[in-house]
């Protein structure tokens, strides 16, 4: 094969969600002609520039390299396996909730491979532990994972208001989470080489001063519905000083999102499954949680998402669904699948499933006995 087919074979397989989603917008569009207001409605403008202001001032955070200086040191002070597992998924779920789930386990992941070089770890578990943590501590916050960040703007709600609402969710999860983390690993010593002469790349303390000020910018923003705003600060803001760093951004992914956000709302308004999806009585919360959890495993949260939040008003509720519907089967969260694909060892899917799935079977009927529902 050429070297161009296959850098393109490569592409298409590596995005194959955002071809996905693209064929399925253009697909309604031809079958399904809408205004061009509709379209623009269903792009979700607030949510994808929300998303544009937060993964560039999180990649700004990554890059300076001070949040991985600091998980080293940690590191090097632990002294069992346990300890090290509890420690990554604390670290893991705290991060989560600033920097989002998806890039938490581009600091944590990395990380967590090196230490598998230098001492016999069970790398591939701390890694899927490492997946569950962020679907865990995101679902606390409003700009955690992408569904909180399209739901938070649905809701109206101001930040403090949106994680005392999932606070419940939240608590039963990291709680039924760390206890498994100490079952699942032995408290037998940890020997490690982190910190001798590894210290890794030189901090850039200029990006990283200004990006830690700009994310806390950027939440104060988005708390006042200032999206436009926030978005057009933080890339005046690295054009000018970090141009470098606005090449590394995952702009294929927001692409995804953004096909993604039309594809599902003409889906859900097509007039053959806007029928299908009126059958359920979503005002019912046991429905709404059923249904979110289970249309997750199928699609994915996000999309799920997308999809339930055209058939309910109830935000809340949508919420804390979508967010226990990442936990099972690997495609419930696209944080699964980005965990699996960085840690790299053949087996990971299944090993998973043998972790994930008895867990979406605890932590599903121990939110909805804990959680409170709002109508």
């Not at 990554?62 to 420690?87: I, N």
């Not at 989560?96 to 070089?117: E, I, Q, Y």
């Not at 000020?213 to 006042?224: A, N, P, S």
Request: charged share 10%.
């Amino acid at each position: 094969m050429p070297p161009s087919l296959s850098r393109l074979f490569t592409v298409i397989i590596r995005e194959r969600l955002l071809w996905m989603f693209s064929v399925l917008a253009i697909g309604l569009a031809l079958l399904d002609p809408r205004p061009w207001a509709q379209y623009r409605r269903w792009l979700e403008l607030p949510t994808l520039l929300s998303l544009v202001a937060l993964i560039v001032t999180i990649e700004g955070i990554r890059v300076s390299g001070y949040v991985q200086r600091v998980a080293k040191a940690v590191v090097h002070r632990t002294h069992s396996v346990r300890a090290l597992a509890l420690w990554l998924v604390l670290a893991a779920a705290l991060l989560s909730m600033v920097l989002t789930n998806d890039v938490s386990l581009f600091l944590v992941v990395p990380l967590t491979v090196a230490l598998g070089h230098e001492s016999p770890l069970p790398v591939q578990r701390l890694v899927i532990f490492e997946a569950l943590a962020v679907n865990a501590g995101s679902t606390l916050s409003p700009i955690g994972n992408p569904q909180n960040l399209l739901l938070w703007h649905h809701s109206g709600l101001s930040l403090p208001a949106f994680m005392l609402q999932m606070m419940p969710t939240f608590l039963v999860m990291l709680s039924l989470l760390l206890l498994l983390t100490a079952f699942m690993f032995e408290s037998r010593p940890l020997h490690t080489g982190v910190g001798q002469g590894s210290a890794g790349a030189q901090p850039w303390p200029a990006l990283g001063i200004v990006s830690a000020g700009l994310l806390l910018g950027v939440v104060g923003l988005l708390q006042l519905g200032a999206a436009g705003v926030a978005c057009a600060l933080v890339l005046l803001v690295f054009a000018l000083a970090f141009r470098r760093i606005l090449l590394r951004v995952d702009w294929m992914l927001l692409a995804t999102f953004a096909v993604m956000f039309v594809g599902l709302g003409h889906l859900a308004q097509w007039s053959f499954v806007h029928t299908l999806a009126q059958l359920p009585d979503w005002r019912e919360p046991l429905v709404l949680y059923l249904g979110g959890i289970v249309l997750s495993q199928l699609v994915s949260n996000v999309p799920a998402t997308i999809f339930l939040s055209h058939y309910t008003g109830n935000t809340m509720a949508l919420a804390v669904a979508v967010n226990v519907g990442g936990f099972g089967l690997g495609i419930g969260s696209l944080a699964n699948l980005i965990a699996l694909r960085l840690e790299g060892k053949p087996g990971g899917l299944a090993a998973f499933h043998r972790i994930s799935l008895p867990f979406l079977f605890a932590c599903a009927p121990l939110v909805w006995l804990a959680q409170r529902w709002p109508a």
